[in-house]
């Protein structure tokens, strides 16, 4: 019973606090281009009333598990990642991700919060496996969740409709046990 | 086929609406046998009660009504026997629709095990392919298979599913781990088009 | 490939009734003071049939929360002899608490109990997957513990003077079966 569960080397996992997220995630809501990596719903640009309701709603949803994700150096809030739909009794779930602040790409800050939220489903969760889908055109995501030690499991074909063409959904996964593998621990936290 | 083609009439079965007077006690008692739901669902198998069913079939027609992203029909047999014809024989569902993408999922079940092997699935399944495709326009189709259920994974295939997705290991049920299978088909790869 | 009816035993099947029926079958049994006292801490009470079906179907409202409740029936007679519940299930430590009753008398000591114990049993790890299952029994329900003890479970402990009943004070016996020893007996 170490270390502080909550804590990567770059970010923490934090409580998400509806005012302040709502702020944020409408903020976000403005970067198109962020929404269509996150999320299949047409893109639509939030209010910070409307958003500040539904995230409240969803705080008392029991079947998600959601952190805002916090700079260990300023504390600064630059997204948030969640565990959803659980399949309690296969012992697997799904893991989201959205780091909204454009200045935190693909710096590390998205694998690290990755690698918190892992070693929480794994080690205090007790799940077998977690399962996500990320969306073809964002190989940036896909590189990383590869990094971190998911691995391809297929394609759900032509998906997803934009920009005039269809792309695949795909879906990735990790075991726990190549989550304990040396070639992937060694860099777990 | 075209507009004059009944959408709902099958060879031997045919696409109608909840009963919600006779059939809940109907589907109450196929929940009543863990292998049906576990072939049909990864959540814990749990019989319901014909009340439960009954408000079950009514949150569907809500949810219907006001997310408009789901398509709900039972299956009921065709006979000329007055006392079968319409008899409730199973239930398929459209739903979790994202009209931008113009994809769904698809999920079909025949209750009772004395009901399936019939062709009362496959006649089914091309009413629905039908219905999605050339009534709803959707492009493409999607729907997850247990391993552990190849009945489904032949019924799909033959209608020109194909394999997309494995997710390795992902159900536990009797002791053992299974992979989930996610299988689709485009509207291009649909017979019926 | 997968067992087929995992609700079904040898003697007994678990069935989910209406909360009517339901109300009604947990009313009439509780007017029989001995198996409430076997089976409950509360006091032995007697509350309506409409009162017991209107918490079901509040329950059913809410949706269960961390359990889960069925009801018991002859395989023979299609008899509603009794229930079975988890309870206070916690998925991530992989435990949930048993709780069983049969308020028909005349199957008491017959092996239906110790059936729907397995039948549960066998629920509980391998279509929930658990890690272990719990339950509490007093120490003067010396044939339920006897049925348990058939069933797999064994003694973790006790709290002692737990219950007091007819000016005696009794100890509640804590009983346990945790996977491992379960499986490799059944499978």
Not at chain 1, 73 to 95: K, M
Not at chain 2, 14 to 27: M, N, T, V
Not at chain 2, 160 to 178: H, K, P, S, Y
Not at chain 3, 95 to 118: E, P, S
Request: net charge neutral; hydrophobic share 40%.
């Amino acid at each position: 019973m170490n270390i502080n569960l909550y804590c990567g080397d770059l970010v923490r996992l934090a409580a998400i606090d509806p005012e302040e997220s709502a702020a944020a995630v409408s903020r976000f809501s403005r970067d198109s281009e962020y929404s269509r990596l996150l999320d299949s719903y047409p893109c639509r640009l939030f209010t910070k009333e409307g958003t500040k309701k539904w995230i409240e709603k969803d705080l008392e949803k029991e079947n998600v598990i959601a952190f805002a994700i916090r700079t260990l150096s300023d504390d600064r809030l630059i997204g948030d990642v969640g565990l959803g739909g659980f399949f309690w009794n296969h012992g697997d779930t799904y893991v989201g991700i959205g780091v909204g602040e454009r200045e935190f790409w693909g710096k590390g800050y998205g694998s690290d919060a990755m690698r918190v939220v892992l070693r929480y489903a794994f080690t205090e969760l007790n799940l077998r496996r977690v399962t996500l889908n990320v969306f073809e055109y964002n190989p940036r995501a896909i590189r990383a969740y590869e990094k971190l030690g998911f691995q391809q499991e297929g394609r759900v074909r032509k998906y997803l409709n934009r920009e005039g063409r269809r792309w695949d959904l795909v879906y990735m996964g990790i075991m726990k046990e190549e989550w304990l593998s040396p070639k992937i621990s060694h860099q777990n936290l | 086929m075209d507009i004059h083609t009944s959408l709902y009439e099958g060879r031997l079965i045919r696409l109608g609406p909840i009963d919600h007077e006779k059939d809940p006690a109907i589907e109450s008692k196929w929940t009543h046998d863990a292998e049906y739901l576990r072939l049909l669902d990864t959540a814990p198998a749990r019989p319901v009660s014909p009340v439960e069913m009954k408000k079950k079939y009514e949150a569907i027609e809500k949810n219907i009504e006001e997310s408009k992203n789901q398509f709900y029909f039972t299956i009921r047999l065709r006979s000329d026997d007055a006392e079968q014809n319409d008899r409730l024989v199973g239930f398929a569902r459209l739903y979790e629709i994202e009209w931008n993408h113009g994809v769904s999922q698809i999920v079909l079940g025949i209750g009772d095990p004395r009901d399936r092997r019939k062709g009362y699935g496959t006649d089914a399944m091309n009413l629905l392919l039908r219905y999605a495709f050339a009534e709803l326009n959707l492009f493409r189709l999607s729907t997850l298979i247990p391993e552990y259920n190849p009945g489904a994974l032949r019924l799909f295939q033959k209608a020109g599913f194909i394999e997309e997705v494995r997710r390795r290991q992902a159900l536990n049920r009797d002791g053992r781990f299974w992979d989930l299978i996610h299988v689709g088909l485009l509207r291009d790869e649909w017979h019926g088009a | 490939m997968l067992n087929t009816n995992i609700f079904h035993g040898t003697l007994v099947r678990l069935t989910t009734e209406d909360p009517e029926t339901a109300g009604k079958a947990l009313s009439g049994w509780a007017c029989d003071s001995e198996y409430t006292r076997l089976l409950d801490k509360p006091p032995a009470l007697l509350w309506s049939a409409k009162k017991i079906q209107s918490w079901i179907e509040n329950s059913l409202e809410k949706g269960f929360q961390n359990g889960f409740f069925f009801e018991i029936r002859t395989l023979q007679e299609d008899r509603l002899i009794g229930f079975v519940n988890l309870i206070w299930l916690s998925w991530t430590h992989g435990d949930t608490w048993l709780g069983i009753g049969l308020g028909d008398r005349a199957y008491w000591g017959k092996g239906y109990g110790t059936d729907a114990v397995r039948v549960v049993l066998r629920y509980a790890f391998t279509e929930l997957n658990l890690r272990r299952v719990t339950l509490g029994v007093f120490a003067y329900n010396g044939r339920a513990i006897r049925s348990y003890e058939k069933a797999g479970f064994k003694v973790e402990g006790r709290l002692r003077q737990y219950i007091a009943r007819d000016g005696q004070r009794n100890d509640m016996i804590v009983m346990g079966v945790l996977r491992e020893e379960w499986l490799p007996s059944a499978v």
